[in-house]
Nanobody, 119 residues
Framework: QVQLVESGGGLVQAGGSLRLSCAASGSTNSIHFFGWYRQAPGKQRVIVAAIIRDGGTNVADSVKGRFTISRDNAKNTVYLQMNSLKPEDTAVYYC?????????????WGQGTQVTVSS
């Protein structure tokens, strides 16, 4: 089992920056995929960025060039650096980790952290 704890959300003006952190604990060796998702009020949860075990990354088109995902393996922590924030980035951001247990993929979610971008 993996526990995920997000931090770093808050209120920022448009054009500003925030860095979200997701600290993983537990069976971290079983994690093969990390992702950041977000959910705006009244909308579905969507993926924003992802990083896989070999370090490969991908970000959604809506945040490309502004958001960067990275990880510190020694700290079992994944980061989402968010620059040039826009009001439409306002959402609850969730950390997600996929683990493999007995050949099955298990979904692990953090509790979420609120990001609010004012215009």
């Amino acid at each position: 089992q993996v526990q995920l704890v997000e931090s770093g959300g808050g209120l920022v003006q448009a054009g500003g920056s925030l860095r979200l952190s997701c600290a993983a604990s537990g069976s971290t060796n079983s994690i093969h995929f990390f992702g950041w998702y977000r959910q705006a009020p009244g909308k579905q949860r969507v993926i924003v960025a992802a990083i896989i075990r070999d370090g490969g990354t991908n970000v959604a088109d809506s945040v490309k060039g502004r958001f960067t995902i990275s990880r510190d393996n020694a700290k079992n922590t994944v980061y989402l650096q968010m620059n040039s924030l826009k009001p439409e980035d306002t959402a609850v951001y969730y950390c997600y980790a996929a683990t493999t247990v007995l050949s099955r993929t298990v979904d692990n979610w953090g509790q979420g952290t609120q990001v609010t971008v004012s215009s």
